[in-house]
């Protein structure tokens, strides 16, 4: 090979190294940016799942974050919540609640009294279908609820 082939293929081995360095470079800065908005969207939601249960919860109702999302296909903040409430001094009602915190939509909500109808694996089953109900709000998959025990 000539002393002008080596010097090609030098430069040509140098510009392809520069322009794979530049796509390597452009393709972290866009995914970096896009970590940080998915990041701060679900922060923001944490927020929002926070002070709906502050602003719900009083003396004699509790309601507790169960878990957060963001939902990329309804460009919205999901919230799973539980909430316990004491309606008489030994009576209390336990409720499961999916909402779309954005809209204020329910999207699932289930409950039961805690004395009557929550044993027997009824409190389970609630919790595996707002579970179900979460999912199915974040990522946007179909899933048949009531099938859920």
């Known amino acids: 090979m000539t002393r002008r082939g080596w010097i090609t293929s030098a430069l040509m081995f140098l510009v392809g190294l520069a322009v794979g360095a530049g796509g390597l470079w452009s393709y972290r800065r866009f995914h970096d940016k896009r970590a940080a908005e998915v990041f701060s969207r679900r922060l923001h939601c944490n927020e929002l799942a926070n002070q709906y249960a502050g602003r719900e919860s009083n003396d004699t109702r509790s309601v507790s974050v169960e878990r957060v999302g963001y939902s990329p296909v309804s460009n919205s903040c999901v919230a799973y919540f539980e909430t316990w409430e004491q309606i008489s001094p030994r009576d209390s009602i336990r409720e499961w609640r999916v909402m779309d915190l954005l809209s204020g939509q329910r999207l699932y909500t289930d409950n039961c009294r805690e004395e009557r109808d929550c044993g027997g694996g009824n409190d389970v089953t609630f919790e595996r279908k707002s579970e179900a109900a979460f999912h199915q ?9 009531a099938k859920v025990k």
């Open 137 to 145: 709000a974040v990522s946007g998959e179909e899933v048949d609820v």
